[in-house]
């Protein structure tokens, strides 16, 4: 219950058909040391996990919807129209946040703060292999269309006021609806991270690369230029030139993971004619080069490099 020292913060948890994982998610999320929630899950699994969450979910009040299918931002969507709190937080049911996450969050909003979101962490076989402490703060439009990373869904808040404001998750993206949505987001108010890794990250289930490469070229990377290319503009010739940098770098990546080797190449060049410089690009140019034996030797590589340099989580 909402007081007047304690906002309520609503948690928008989306799942399909990953009962193991939605209650390790669901136990991270009983662990918060922060009392006022409540919880809106969006499930859109063929078996209904309604009586698991219910039982998971301890003292948390519970609103349950279906979900109909349609993508993870319009999932999303309906998990924040049926939210009634000051602020909504995003979990996946495949990642886990540590006890102090919400409460860091609700610490850190002040006025005209829109969005706070925390640093993430990656464990393979009960080993970290990856880790990222945010760093983007205040007005930052023009950084995000630069190509500037923000976080993954699981670890931001935002105002619920702001749902009206952007208009939620654009459904039309079947990928990169978390990155264009934070571009709106940035237009009404500033962000502010919380510098401490506190959502573990799951392995997402890739079933579906060559489709996700096909989304990608066909539908979310020509749609963010056309919404937000102009918007580039506005920021000068070099943002608009980042941008399309970026975007295509990110669709080569798709593509290269995929194992659509010509198509990402078509993406690589594209990339570094609007920007040269970039030495991901490059890497991705030799990895779609030499194919699939030089793409598996460089993954095995930057998970030793990840495990000989990455330091030990936070734990908030």
């Known amino acids: 219950m909402e007081t007047r020292e304690q906002p309520l913060v609503s948690v928008v948890l989306i799942t399909r ?3 193991a994982k939605l209650e390790g998610a669901l136990d991270s999320l009983t662990e918060q040391t922060y009392p006022a929630l409540e919880l809106v899950v969006v499930d859109g699994s063929e078996e209904s996990v309604e009586s698991l969450v219910r039982r998971c979910a301890g003292d ?38 540590l006890p102090r996450k919400i409460e860091r969050q609700v610490e850190t909003f002040a006025p005209g703060v829109g969005v706070v979101y925390t640093g993430q962490f990656t464990v393979r076989d009960g080993e970290r292999v ?9 007005r930052v439009t023009e950084q995000l269309l630069r190509g ?21 998750f654009d459904e039309q ?26 959502v573990q990250r799951g392995f997402g289930e890739y079933d579906q690369l060559t489709d996700d490469f096909e989304a990608v070229r066909d539908v979310s990377y020509p749609r963010f230029l056309e919404k937000h290319r102009g918007l580039a503009v506005e920021y000068g010739p070099s943002c608009e030139r980042a941008l399309v940098a970026s975007l295509s770098r990110m669709a080569a990546a798709s593509g290269v993971g995929a194992g659509r080797y010509g198509d990402a190449r078509r993406f690589i060049m594209r990339s570094l004619r609007y920007d040269p410089f970039k030495r991901r690009t490059w890497l991705y140019l030799f990895l779609s080069l030499g194919g699939q034996p030089v793409h598996d030797a460089a993954r095995r590589l930057q998970r030793v490099h990840r495990a000989l340099t990455d330091g030990t989580p936070s734990n908030g």
């Open 60 to 97: 948390v009040p519970v609103t349950y919807r279906r979900d109909d299918g349609v993508g993870a931002g319009a999932a999303r969507n309906v998990g924040m129209r049926a939210a009634t709190g000051t602020y909504v937080a995003f979990l996946d049911d495949d990642d886990r946040w």
């Open 130 to 138: 990856g880790g990222r402490t945010p760093s983007l703060s205040g």
């Open 148 to 168: 500037t990373p923000c976080s993954p869904t699981s670890t931001i808040m935002v105002r619920q006021t702001l749902f009206d404001e952007t208009g939620g």
């Open 173 to 198: 993206f079947p990928v990169w609806e978390d990155r264009e949505w934070y571009v709106r987001l940035s237009q009404h108010g500033t962000f502010q991270p919380v510098p401490a890794q506190l």
């Open 17 to 19: 058909d990953r009962p």
